[in-house]
Structure formats: structure tokens, C-alpha cells
């Protein structure tokens, strides 16, 4: 297999793994992407090799055949596409992750806070009492 045959290949599959990432965020079942962090380490550390030589060997790139370097620039082209809604589409993942679990913090601060009010005796209601402070005292 030559090193373009290579680049394509794993380009190909490179943009099959995205595809399958963005179903499975799509499907709302994003915990499952841990199952293919490996591959995915596996197939990224490839193409940045394989980019890399291609670089250190531009001139013999060039001798090609231009169907080739087509073929090529098409996948790395449709791959990056793919790359650029996948990167869009976990921040926002990670937007609205955040957003949940700040939502869930304050409110929870927001119950155990102090109450203020005042109790039918006119004295401030139990509970009142202000939350303790941790000092760093090394700061």
C-alpha cells in the first residue's frame, strides 16, 4: 500500500469514527464515547505521522498522480468538515454539561444557605446562623 493509499485510509477512518461520535452525542448516549477514545488516540496519532512525512517529502507528493492528490485533498477536505461540526458539537455538549451542573450547585448552595426571616416571636429564625468560612491562612 503506498503512503497516499495509507493517508486515505486512514482518513476514511478517521471521519467514520467522528460519524459514529456525533450519533451516539446525537442519540444523547455520550458516555459511550470513552469506548472509542483508543481508536480514536490509535487513528489521530497515524494521520499526524503520515501528514508529517508527507510534508518532509513534498517533492516526491508532487510526482503523484493528479487523480491521487485530488483524491486526497477531497477526504482531507470532507474529513476537516466533519472535524469542525464534531468540534462544534461537543462544545456545545460541554456548554450545556456545565450549564446543568452549575444550575445543580446553586440551587443546592441555595438550600443549605442561610434562611433569612424572622420566627413568630419576632427573633431571627433558627438557622440564621452565618456558614463557616475556610482560611487559607498561607495565602
Known sequence: ????????????????????????????????????????????????????????????????PRERINALRDETASFHSLLDRHQRMVARMRRVTEGIVKTIADEAQRQKGPRTGYAPTGRAAPGTAAAPLAINSRV
Open 1 to 64: 500500500m503506498s503512503r497516499i493509499d495509507t493517508i486515505l485510509d486512514i482518513t476514511r477512518r478517521l471521519t467514520a469514527l467522528l460519524e459514529r461520535e456525533m450519533a451516539m452525542i446525537e442519540a444523547r448516549t455520550p458516555g459511550r464515547l470513552a469506548e472509542l477514545e483508543d481508536e480514536r488516540n490509535r487513528l489521530s496519532l497515524l494521520y499526524s505521522r503520515e501528514m508529517q512525512a508527507i510534508a518532509a517529502n513534498a517533492a516526491e507528493f508532487r510526482t503523484l
